[in-house]
Nanobody, 121 residues
Framework: QVQLVESGGGSVQAGGSLRLSCAAS????????MGWFRQAPGKAREEIAK???????SYADSMKGRFTISKDNAKNTLYLQMNSLKPEDTAMYYC???????????????WGQGTQVTVSS
């Protein structure tokens, strides 16, 4: 089992930046691959990025450029640096984790409770 706790969300003006954090605890096998998703009201949950155990990363095409995923393995904490934020980035942001299944393109089984990001124009 894995517990994921996000933090760092809040309200920011357009053009601003935020850094989200996700502290993971529990089975390290289940944090082999970690990532970020977001869900805006009335929209489907969409993947932002994920990071593999070797530190390599992948991003959804629409998320490249303004978002950076990283991980501190010593702290078992995942980060998402978000720059040049836009009102359309307003959403609940979720941390996710799983083993090789997730790294291989599967859907993660472990989720945090989410942290709200609101960007005003």
């Amino acid at each position: 089992q894995v517990q994921l706790v996000e933090s760092g969300g809040g309200s920011v003006q357009a053009g601003g930046s935020l850094r989200l954090s996700c502290a993971a605890s529990g089975s390290t096998d289940s944090t082999y691959c970690m990532g970020w998703f977001r869900q805006a009201p009335g929209k489907a949950r969409e993947e932002i990025a994920k990071i593999y155990s070797d530190g390599s990363t992948s991003y959804a095409d629409s998320m490249k450029g303004r978002f950076t995923i990283s991980k501190d393995n010593a702290k078992n904490t995942l980060y998402l640096q978000m720059n040049s934020l836009k009102p359309e980035d307003t959403a609940m942001y979720y941390c996710a984790a799983d083993g090789t299944w997730y790294c291989g393109g599967g859907y993660p089984n472990y989720w945090g409770q989410g942290t709200q990001v609101t960007v005003s124009s």
